[in-house]
C-alpha cells in the first residue's frame, strides 16, 4: 500500500463524515447522535462538557478526552492536531480564555469548513482552523504551548515525521498530551492491507512500545503513558481482541 493512496482514501472518508454523507464512527454503539454521544462518554466526555460547546463539533471519533488531561491553562496557545469538527478545540478555548488561542489543523477541506461554522455559531473569538496535515504544519517554529491530538496520528503512514513537526513547532518547555491508538502484539494482514482499516484507527496503529520510542527519537523526554484502556470483545473485530488499546500519552520539550 503507498502512503499517496492510504491518505487520499483516509482523506475521502473524514470529508464524507465532515457532510454527513458517512455517519459512522470508529467505536460507536448505537445509531444516529445518541450513538455518538455515548461513544464519547466513554472515551472521556462528560455530560457537562459535550452541553458546553456546539453539537456538530461532536463526530464520534476519538479515543479519549485530552483536553481533560492536558492542564491547560489560561492564556496558553493549544493547537489540536486532526481537529475534526473542533470538540478538543472548543474545550480548550474554554480554558485558555481571552488572553489564549487555540489552533485547530486538519488535512481535509470540509472539515475545516465544518469547525469554522461551528466557531461562528459558538461565538469563539480565540479559535483559529487551518488546512493542513500533521507532517507538514503550517504552523510557526516554537509557538505553541500545549499540542493535543485524539486518534488522529495513527492515521498517518509517518509518525516520525509528524511527532518531529510537533516537536517543531512546540516552545521550549511546551508539553503535549496525545489521545492515539496502539498495538500490542502483530495485527492480521488483512487487516494492515485494510485501506477502511487504516480509515478506522486500526491499520495504521503502531506497537506500544515502538511508539513511545518514535516521541523519543523526535527530541521528547519524560514520555510516559498516563492513561490506558483496554478494548473488550464488544468493542472490536474479533480479530482484534487483546490487540489494541487506546493509551493518554504526555512528553515534555
Known sequence: MKEKEIKDFVKERYSKIATKEDSSCSCCSGNGMAGIIQQAKAVGYSEDEIKSIP???????????????????????????GSGGGIDVFLAANKVGDQ???????MTDNMVETATKNAKAGGYGNVEFKLGEIENLPIEDE???????????????????????VFRVLND???ILISDIVTEGELPDEIRKSFQAWSECTAGAMEKEEYLETIRKAGFKDVEIIE???????DLDERLVGKITSVQVRALK
Open 55 to 81: 453539537a456538530d463539533a461532536i463526530f464520534g471519533l476519538g479515543c479519549g478526552n485530552p483536553t481533560a488531561l492536558a492542564e491547560i491553562k489560561k492564556g496558553e496557545t493549544v493547537l489540536d492536531l
Open 100 to 106: 489564549g488561542k487555540v489552533i485547530g489543523v486538519d
Open 143 to 165: 509557538s505553541i504551548d500545549v499540542i493535543i491530538s485524539n486518534c488522529v496520528i495513527n492515521l498517518t503512514p509517518n509518525k516520525s515525521v509528524a511527532f518531529k513537526e
Open 173 to 175: 518547555g511546551g508539553r
Open 228 to 234: 490506558e484502556h483496554f478494548f473488550t470483545e464488544k
